[in-house]
């Protein structure tokens, strides 16, 4: 079983709709984060929390620790958000990667 | 903004052949990670180096690689005999001493031929 998973794997949207990627995982964690990749492979950090929420411009990041569960949500989707967006829990020294959810938008 | 840097961005190389990856991290950073992504799979811890030496390494990570900071700017990941499922885009990250957020660089895509 893996120790992250994500769902869904691929999701298609029209601009401007709401979206929503979860992320469960089964290790002890001091924090997740929640990173992005675009097609040409670069890997830019989105959000870290060990707790609550966290907003930044349209994107939202929550966890609740109790239940080992994430979401990401991104309000008003464009096409510039066509990305692979990755759950990474924090397992003592390391990052441990999600499979990826990745998301087109269409406008 | 300050940002991690990662040379080559793409190295061919015949398997069996050393190849060693180079890295620049954030200057102010103490935590350094390497990891790597085959194609069309998830990314992979591969070690992660603190205060001189290895903290925590998996079990991709073994004696045929090895990782150094040969000066106060550098960091390196060392292949010593490269095998054709080496093949991979490698990534250095760094953090700073709060392990505030890792930051990564844009990757080297090696190919092993």
């Known amino acids: 079983k893996n120790e992250v998973e994500q769902s869904p794997q691929n999701l298609t949207a029209q601009e401007g709709e709401f979206i929503t990627i979860n992320c469960s995982y089964s290790?002890?964690?001091?924090?997740l984060h929640w990173l992005q990749q675009h097609p040409g492979g670069g890997i830019v950090s989105l959000f870290m929390l060990s707790s609550g929420k966290k907003k930044h411009g349209r994107l939202i990041a929550t966890i609740n620790i109790q239940e080992k569960h994430s979401s990401l949500h991104i309000t008003a989707s464009h096409p510039r958000d066509s990305a692979v967006y990755i759950c990474?829990?924090?397992?003592?020294?390391?990052?441990?990667f999600g499979t990826g959810t990745r998301l087109q938008v269409f406008p | 903004e300050p940002e991690v840097t990662q040379t080559p961005s793409h190295q061919v190389t015949q398997m069996g052949q050393e190849v060693i990856l180079r890295c620049v991290p954030i200057s102010n950073h103490l935590y350094f990670y390497w990891y790597r992504q085959i194609l069309g799979q998830k990314v992979e811890f591969l070690v992660s180096?603190?205060?001189?030496?290895?903290?925590?390494k998996s079990e991709i990570f073994d004696d045929q690689f090895s990782v150094e900071r040969p000066d106060g700017s550098n960091f390196t990941l060392k292949i010593r005999s490269t095998k054709l499922e080496d093949s991979a885009m490698y990534f250095c990250?760094?953090?700073?001493?709060?392990?505030?957020?890792?930051?990564f660089g844009p990757g080297t895509r090696l190919t092993v031929t």
């Open positions: 990474a829990p924090h397992n003592t020294d390391k990052l441990i």
């Open positions: 290790v002890g964690i001091s924090a």
């Open positions: 180096f603190y205060n001189n030496e290895i903290s925590e």
């Open positions: 990250a760094s953090s700073d001493i709060n392990q505030s957020g890792q930051y």
